[in-house]
């Protein structure tokens, strides 16, 4: 009986990650570029991150990709990155990035989950 209930617990401490909470479905992303810093080489942009879901997510799973639009819609420049640390259960994130590129080709800022 006692190596029943080792055993039973060892495999719902396995199981938990299986039902974690998964980053790319829980967060909604959105983006802007952060004018309080100029440079010619690129564009600094600020990631924002609400987690909908009932359970923390780990950061560093919350993957996204951020693109720099130019006219006509066409992608000009990308840029990965993650948020550190634990985005807790409906709470909100956010870090920011910089995106080489000519910073006077960029209409919109695009981001998305990885």
């Given at each position: 009986?006692?190596?029943?209930?080792?055993?039973?617990?060892?495999?719902?401490?396995?199981?938990?990650?299986?039902?974690?909470?998964?980053?790319k479905?829980?967060?909604?992303?959105?983006?802007?570029?952060?004018?309080?810093?100029?440079?010619?080489?690129?564009?600094?942009?600020?990631?924002?991150?609400?987690?909908?879901?009932?359970?923390?997510?780990?950061?560093?799973?919350?993957?996204?990709?951020?693109?720099?639009?130019?006219?006509?819609?066409s992608?000009?420049?990308?840029q990965?990155?993650?948020?550190?640390?634990?985005?807790?259960?409906?709470?909100?994130?956010?870090?920011?990035?910089?995106?080489?590129?000519?910073?006077?080709?960029?209409?919109?800022?695009?981001?998305?989950?990885?």
């Amino acid at each position: 009986m006692r190596v029943f209930r080792t055993s039973a617990a060892v495999l719902l401490l396995a199981a938990g990650p299986l039902f974690a909470a998964d980053a790319k479905s829980c967060l909604d992303l959105s983006a802007r570029i952060d004018n309080d810093i100029s440079s010619p080489s690129g564009v600094r942009v600020t990631i924002y991150g609400r987690n909908r879901c009932s359970e923390d997510l780990d950061g560093n799973e919350a993957r996204f990709k951020v693109m720099a639009i130019g006219s006509g819609g066409s992608v000009i420049a990308t840029q990965n990155g993650r948020f550190g640390g634990t985005v807790a259960s409906h709470g909100q994130v956010e870090t920011k990035v910089f995106v080489s590129c000519d910073p006077e080709r960029v209409k919109s800022i695009r981001v998305e989950a990885r």
